[in-house]
């Protein structure tokens, strides 16, 4: 049997949601509360995301405090990230409330359509079922128990299991009994939510039949694994994995004329933020040859002092990756990475184009932790070479003067094809939760390029679309029916608007 | 090598569209049209989508008389799928120009967003790439080389690689040559389109990293081998596999009580057109025991006479399942499936529920051709209880009276979860091309629960989002400008409606 942790309430008077259950009873509640919850309508299922908020907000304190101890993060950014969490699962509130993403449509029957008579069709997003959650390391508030992946599954109607990461276990648990007890209060049906922990249970809850979605940050190994087992199921299902990016940022010669010292300051801040450990770190720097900054940089990374990393394998990692790098890799070590204190330093290499090429595979995978590479380049149509090589990530920055607009448009273009997220004299670092925000992008930085783990789309990845045919308007779904209990936004058809469309005779 | 057609076309003239090159070449020139395609304004991909319409509606004659002699299907039926093949094209091209598809959202910038200051993003759906369609037998026009796969990715900006299907190739180089000279004439780059024969050259397509998703419609046994290549790719991709589906119908007493006689008319009608050749073919009936309908459907069946099956290899796997069912299955044959001229009659064999249960996966497993198994049960609630032992299907139907609805929620609900479309006393044959349509559904039926094979959305397949950050006016995709010039809806999140979302301070 999978190693489970108690998720019990704080009130130890109260009945426990999945608490102390074995994981065959936790997949039975997730599976058994499917239809209950889905039903639930959109002001409760407000209440119960708010709920969640609040609670979080109130506990601050005992939660940044356990955070601190286990993910060496300081107090600030944990504060940070908290709100950040609790703004989000907001955010997931008000969409439910707005209904958008339900994508109501009804085809008004008509008996003139196009081949043939088309008959009173309905269509929706509809929750796909028991979602389980695999959590980050690198945030133990936004992207763990009741972080974005676990707001967008239950603001979509879908129970969740989440696998906590070991990183963080009991900061998970705290978490976890503080989401259970608030969804309960807000009507929740038993089974709405469970955290397990160990491998071996997340990897028999993904291989169970009873969960229908998986999602996952983390390694490319891992990941690969996991997308894998869900591949391999029986039923296979649904898996939202973001992996590895290398966040490439392309400099002009132009940029580094005027603002060069600009440019690697910024460079040297995102770089290091979080201690390196955000997906959208930017871990490849394009500078032409002779910009003359070397010394900004050393200087700007030796004035940051970086903190201990999130465990102790990703310091060992760390510490591998960057020798390996160090010592195979015909270039310069700019920064040398040194450990103080137990806390991995700022480093920096430096290659020249033809070594970049010859070892784009190794160069481009991504280091975690405060760890980057310069490639110098000689001609800026080395740029676009350099993009068509490189495989996917979250995010490709182009640092250039507005003038240049049209030597960067093939750039631009093809960027496009390579990152979820292209940014022209900026950061990746950062990451809006908005509706036009995607946290996305080609493999390996997700598993599934059509969708995005940050801002409200991420909604998308638990609904799938379900059509009714003549179904009585008291068998239909709310957001379904002519009267539109919920008052959900109806995308209505009408007969004549469709006078172009055509409908089989034959049928398929 | 693998093996490859020409796809020349009728104006031997003409430069040919991708003709006579080998399959690296014709990998390459999509690759190499990727951009250009994508780049082309709404009202240029319009035209292209109607050039094809307006062509294969003037060929017809000739284009009907090879699907005949290829596919052995009537000309009445061929005639009308031709027609849906272009109303499609046609609704395709109105969605190019409505725009709704690319989703355009663009965020103003916010200084006091949230927790943080929100910078320029603006997000948009962009072609994921080279599209590969593995066409399907059993639609040799709306299903195959210029069927809904090819409509809604080349609408998407994707250029398409058609692999034709081996039971009309003709046709499929007839149509592929129409194609690709109205795409030439319509200024598509060179390389937008080309077809491709031979298993060989579709699974080496499906395995280049040229290559940026694929679709098929056919068998699980295929489809399941295709998805594992696109899955274990160094690069994977999305692969949307429509595979087999059983699906159900549901009869209630007072169904058969008010109107037995027009129900089992019905579901030979339904499972028996197209000579039983539909994916949505309802193949299995649940029917009160003590129904007195047996003879009404031996009539009916015996009064229908089906043609031949699509391929020798369909007609000998159709007669290996139905012998192997008769022989295994402890029930009995209602209807004997004959030869008459090498044409299978329609066969039915009836069982009772505890067979049913003993023997779901063989039973539930889709017969292609006209074969169905009718489920006499005992109890109502045994009709919750098989739905329960289903594997999703593309649809899921019930017969029942209105004043019934109150015992009907839970099997509604259940039925949700199960199949892409739900019917209330109608036939799942017969599938209308509209807004609301939804052709997908749990595996097997699909290998992707969130997309959908036919109807307006079908376009999403071919689509991933893509966010800009501070990129400048001129270097942003059209639909993201401010000046709009596609005039692409866009959805503007101004500073003031944002001020409950949070953007963290920290990143990501």
């Excluded at 990703?314 to 070590?333: C, H, K, Q, W, Y």
Aim: hydrophobic share 40%; proline share 7%; net charge negative.
């Amino acid at each position: 049997m999978a190693q489970l942790r108690q998720t019990g309430p704080s009130d130890t008077e109260r009945k426990p949601m999945n608490t102390g259950q074995d994981l065959d009873a936790i997949l039975q509640a997730a599976s058994d509360a499917k239809t209950a919850f889905r039903r639930q309508e959109p002001r409760t299922r407000y209440a119960q995301l708010a709920a969640i908020a609040d609670r979080l907000d109130s506990e601050a304190d005992a939660l940044v405090a356990m955070a601190m101890e286990e993910s060496h993060l300081p107090e600030g950014r944990l504060r940070g990230e908290l709100k950040r969490t609790t703004v989000q699962l907001r955010l997931f509130a008000e969409e439910v409330l707005r209904g958008d993403f339900v994508d109501a449509r009804i085809d008004q029957p008509d008996p003139d359509f196009g081949t043939g008579p088309r008959p009173d069709l309905r269509r929706m997003k509809t929750p796909l079922g028991v979602v389980l959650n695999f959590s980050a390391s690198n945030f133990p508030f936004a992207f763990s128990v009741a972080g974005g992946d676990t707001a967008s599954a239950l603001a979509a109607g879908c129970p969740v299991i989440v696998k906590a990461h070991q990183g963080h276990t009991r900061l998970s648990e705290m978490t976890a009994a503080i989401v259970s007890d608030a969804l309960q209060d807000t009507g929740a049906p038993e089974g709405t939510f469970a955290l397990i922990t160990g491998r071996e249970a997340g990897v028999e809850a993904l291989k169970d039949d009873r969960v229908d979605a998986a999602s996952f940050t983390g390694s490319v190994s891992a990941g690969l694994l996991l997308a894998g087992i869900a591949a391999d199921r029986p039923r296979p299902i649904p898996f939202y994995g973001e992996l590895g990016s290398i966040n490439p940022v392309f400099v002009t010669e132009s940029a580094v004329a005027s603002r060069g010292k600009d440019v690697i300051e910024g460079f040297a801040g995102s770089f290091t933020l979080g201690n390196g450990q955000f997906c959208t770190k930017p871990g490849l720097l394009f500078l032409p040859a002779g910009h003359g900054l070397d010394e900004t940089l050393v200087e700007k990374c030796r004035s940051i002092r970086t903190g201990q990393l999130l465990t102790d394998s990703i310091t060992s990692s760390f510490g591998e990756r960057t020798r390996s790098l160090e010592a195979d890799l015909p270039g310069r070590v700019l920064v040398q990475t040194v450990q103080i204190q137990g806390c991995p330093q700022p480093g920096v290499m430096k290659v020249d184009f033809p070594t970049f090429l010859e070892n784009v595979k190794n160069i481009s995978t991504e280091v975690f932790g405060p760890f980057a590479v310069i490639v110098e380049y000689t001609d800026p149509a080395q740029l676009l070479e350099a993009a068509r090589h490189l495989e996917g990530s979250l995010t490709a920055v182009v640092h250039a003067e507005k003038e240049e607009s049209e030597n960067l448009r093939d750039l631009v273009a093809l960027l496009q094809d390579k990152a979820g997220r292209v940014l022209f004299n900026d950061w990746p670092t950062g990451v809006s939760v908005t509706p036009a925000q995607h946290h996305g992008g080609p493999f390996p930085a997700t598993t599934n390029p059509l969708h995005t783990a940050v801002g409200t789309a991420a909604v998308e990845r638990f609904l799938r679309p379900v059509a009714f045919q003549n179904v009585p308007e008291d068998l239909l779904p709310e957001p379904l029916r002519t009267a539109n209990p919920w008052g959900i936004p109806q995308k209505v058809s009408t007969p004549g608007e469709s006078a172009a469309w055509g409908r089989s005779l034959a049928g398929r």
